[in-house]
C-alpha cells in the first residue's frame, strides 16, 4: 500500500489508520490511477496492493459500467463539492479478480496536495443487504396477501409498515398511512386505550384487545388488536407488531347464540309467570260470572262485562307467552303445507286491503310436514300480518312452498340451519323492509316497532318458538325499499328419508378453474372458498367489490369467473359488475343475493350469466358454477 508524502510519524498514523478500516478504501489520482489500495479492499476485490497500484480504476469495475464511472469522477472533480454518495448517481458495481460482479455502497471524496488532486473511493460490499431486502420485500408481499390487517408501530407510535388489509380495514393508503401516528389512525375513537395496550406489550411482551370504530360506510366494525413487541439481538424493543382482525361477523354470531340463550331463559320466567297469572285469573273470571248472576243492574252488568273482557285478554297474552315460552303443545299430525297455505292465503284476500296482492307458488309435489295445524297457522299469520302492516299503500305478499335439500354448506351459513330434507315455506313481501340495525331483534319477545296499543311484540318470537318446537328453523332477509323474506324449514316427512351427507361426493368437481369470490361477510367468504377448493376450485376471494376488482384485474388472465354479492359497502354488485366487464367484457359473472327484487333484474340486465339466491346449497352452488363454465 502506497502512501501520500507526508511527516514520518503522521505517515505511520496514516497507514495504520487506513490498514485497519473495515471498508475497503482506494484512492486515485487526477488520471484515475491507483495510488492507494488498503487491506480491507484487497480482501473484496481479491487483488493484492501491488497486484493494481498504478493501474486505473476501471480495472476494478465491470466493462458496462467503466465508461459512465470516469465520466462521473471527471465530472465531480471539476464542481468544488468535497465529498458526495456515489449511488446518488445510479447503481455501483465492483469487479473481482474471479471475473464476479458485486453491488457496492460508494462515497467519494477529493482533496488537493502539492497541486495535485487525489479522489478517495470509500466502499462496501452490500450483497447480504440486497438479499435481505430482497426477502423482506418478498415477505411483504405475502403479507399483503393476509385478510389481517398486519402493522409495525415504532417506539415513538409511528406506522412503520401498513398492508392492503389495513388499507382495507381502515380506510387509508400505505402511502396516507406510513409516518402517521398509531394513535389517530388504529385507536382513533378509543384513543385512551392505546396507551393502555401499549404499557402491558412493553411489560408483558404481548397484549390482546378489542375496539369498535366506524368502517368506510359508517357502519361499526369490532377488532381485535394483538400486540407483540418487536427486538432484535440485543433484547431491546425497537417496535410493535400489530395485528388487527375483523370480528364483526364473530361478535354477530355470538350476539346471535347470546339472543338465543337469553331466548331460553326468558323462556322459563315466562312460563311460570303465566302460569301464576293463570291461577291468578281463573278465580277472578269465576267470581265474576257468580257476580254477574247475582247483580242484575244494568250499570253492574255493564261493569261486570267490561271487567270479564280485560280478563279474557289477560288470559289470551298468557296462552301467547306460554307456547313462545313451552313452543308447540298439542298433538302433531301428519299434514299438507299446501293445503294449510292455501286455507290462509283464502283469509288473507278476503281480510286484507285490495291494495296488498297475496300470490302463492306451491310445488305440486310438496312433501308433508307434522306439525300442530294451529300453531303453524298462527306462525304464518302473525309473518302475514306484519308483511300487511310493512305494506301501507300496497304491494304484494307472495307465498312460496318447495321441498329443499340443504347440506353442510348451507347449514355453516346460518346458526340455526341443520342439514338434512326440509320444506321451506316462504313469505316474501314489497314492504319497506327492515333497518339493519333493528333486524337482529324482531324475534325477542316484547319487541315491537308498533305504536303502543296495537301490538305485544310476542308474534315473532312465538313463531320462533313454535318452529323450533317442530324441529325446524326460520331466516329473515330483509332490504330497505326492496322487502322482506321470512323462510320457514319444517322437516319433510318421509317413511326413508333420502339425504345422505356422502352425496355431497356425487356434486360436480371443477378442473382446476379460478374462480374469484367477492362478499363482504366473511363467513360467506370462508365456507363457499373452502367448499369450491374441496371441489377441485382454485379460489381467490375480495371483501368487497373496489378490492374485487383490483384482484381482477391485476389476474383476469387467471380468472374464470366471478361470484359477486350484490349488496356490498365501498363498491355495489352493480358496480362491481359494470367496473369487471369494462375490463373484461365476456368475464363470466354470477350475481348473489338475499332477495331477488330488483337485484337479480337489474344484475341479469348488467350482464351476469346468472343469479344464485342467499343462502344457497353446495349443490346449487356447484351445479351453477358447472352451467356457466361449460359454456
Not at 423482506?136 to 398486519?150: F, G, K, M, P, Y
Not at 306439525?371 to 300496497?394: E, F, K, S, Y
Request: one cysteine or more; glycine letters at 8%; charged letters at 25%.
Amino acid at each position: 500500500m502506497t502512501s501520500f508524502p507526508l511527516e514520518s510519524n503522521s505517515e505511520n498514523l496514516f497507514n495504520n489508520i487506513i490498514a485497519s478500516a473495515m471498508d475497503a478504501i482506494i484512492t486515485v489520482d487526477s488520471s484515475q490511477t491507483i495510488v492507494l489500495f488498503n487491506a480491507s479492499a484487497e480482501k473484496m476485490f481479491g487483488y493484492s496492493a501491488d497486484e493494481v497500484l498504478g493501474k486505473p480504476l476501471e480495472y476494478l469495475l465491470p466493462d458496462r459500467y467503466r465508461a459512465t464511472h470516469h465520466r462521473h469522477i471527471k465530472n465531480f472533480g471539476d464542481t468544488h463539492v468535497t465529498k458526495r454518495r456515489m449511488n446518488d448517481l445510479g447503481n455501483v458495481f465492483g469487479l473481482r479478480k474471479s471475473g464476479e460482479e458485486f453491488p457496492l455502497e460508494a462515497s467519494i471524496s477529493q482533496v488537493e496536495d502539492k497541486g495535485e488532486r487525489f479522489f478517495t473511493v470509500i466502499l462496501r460490499e452490500i450483497t447480504e443487504r440486497l438479499k435481505t431486502e430482497a426477502v423482506l420485500r418478498e415477505q411483504a408481499e405475502l403479507l399483503n396477501h393476509a385478510r389481517d390487517a398486519i402493522i409495525v408501530v415504532t417506539l415513538n407510535d409511528k406506522i412503520h409498515f401498513w398492508n392492503k388489509s389495513a388499507e382495507r380495514i381502515f380506510g387509508f393508503s400505505e402511502k396516507e398511512a406510513i409516518g402517521q401516528s398509531a394513535i389517530q389512525l388504529l385507536y382513533a375513537e378509543e384513543s385512551a386505550k392505546y396507551t393502555g395496550a401499549k404499557e402491558i406489550a412493553l411489560t408483558l411482551g404481548q397484549c390482546q384487545d378489542e375496539i369498535t370504530l366506524s368502517g368506510q360506510n359508517k357502519e361499526k366494525i369490532s377488532l381485535e388488536i394483538r400486540w407483540t413487541t418487536v427486538r432484535y439481538d440485543d433484547e431491546k424493543v425497537r417496535g410493535f407488531l400489530v395485528i388487527c382482525t375483523d370480528i364483526t361477523e364473530k361478535k354477530k354470531f355470538e350476539a346471535q347464540l347470546l339472543r338465543s340463550q337469553r331466548l331460553e331463559s326468558i323462556g322459563v320466567l315466562a312460563g311460570g309467570i303465566a302460569h301464576d297469572l293463570n291461577n291468578i285469573l281463573s278465580p277472578i273470571m269465576m267470581s265474576l260470572a257468580l257476580l254477574q248472576a247475582k247483580h242484575l243492574d244494568e250499570d253492574s252488568q255493564n261493569l261486570f262485562n267490561t271487567l270479564l273482557t280485560m280478563t279474557e285478554r289477560g288470559g289470551d297474552m298468557v296462552k301467547q307467552i306460554l307456547t313462545f315460552a313451552r313452543g308447540v303443545e298439542g298433538e302433531k299430525i301428519n299434514l299438507s303445507p299446501r293445503i294449510l297455505i292455501k286455507e290462509i292465503v283464502k283469509i288473507l284476500r278476503e281480510t286484507f286491503p285490495q291494495n296488498i296482492s297475496i300470490k302463492q307458488e306451491l310445488d305440486e309435489d310438496l312433501d308433508n310436514v307434522s306439525g300442530d295445524i294451529t300453531q303453524l297457522h298462527q306462525v304464518l299469520m302473525n309473518i302475514a300480518v306484519n308483511a300487511r302492516d310493512a305494506m301501507p299503500d300496497g304491494g304484494t305478499l307472495t307465498f312460496i312452498a318447495q321441498n329443499v335439500i340443504l347440506d353442510d354448506h348451507y347449514a355453516r351459513m346460518n346458526v340455526d340451519a341443520k342439514a338434512g330434507e326440509f320444506v321451506m315455506i316462504q313469505l316474501i313481501d314489497s314492504g319497506h323492509g327492515i333497518p339493519e340495525e333493528i333486524l337482529h331483534k324482531i324475534f325477542d319477545p316484547f319487541f315491537t316497532t308498533k305504536e303502543k296499543g296495537k301490538g305485544t311484540g310476542l308474534g315473532l318470537s312465538t313463531s320462533v318458538s313454535i318452529i323450533r318446537g317442530h324441529n325446524g328453523f326460520i331466516n329473515v332477509y330483509s332490504e330497505i325499499g326492496k322487502g322482506t323474506r321470512f323462510s320457514i324449514y319444517l322437516p319433510a316427512l318421509k317413511e326413508n328419508s333420502h339425504y345422505d351427507s356422502s352425496t355431497e361426493f356425487q356434486l360436480p368437481h371443477g378442473k382446476g378453474e379460478t374462480v374469484l369470490i367477492i362478499d363482504d361477510e366473511p363467513a360467506i367468504l370462508d365456507v363457499t372458498k373452502q367448499t369450491l377448493e374441496a371441489f377441485g376450485y382454485q379460489v381467490l376471494t375480495a371483501s368487497d367489490g373496489a378490492e374485487g376488482v383490483g384482484l381482477f384485474a391485476e389476474r383476469r388472465g387467471e380468472i374464470q369467473l366471478v361470484l359477486t354479492d350484490m349488496m356490498m359497502p365501498v363498491m355495489s354488485g352493480a358496480a362491481t359488475i359494470r367496473a369487471i366487464h369494462k375490463i373484461d367484457k365476456d368475464a363470466k359473472i354470477i350475481a348473489s343475493s338475499g332477495l331477488e327484487n330488483g337485484n337479480e333484474k337489474e344484475a341479469m340486465e348488467l350482464g351476469a350469466k346468472l343469479f344464485l339466491r342467499k343462502p344457497y346449497t353446495a349443490k346449487m352452488l356447484l351445479e351453477s358454477l358447472r352451467d356457466i363454465l361449460k359454456n
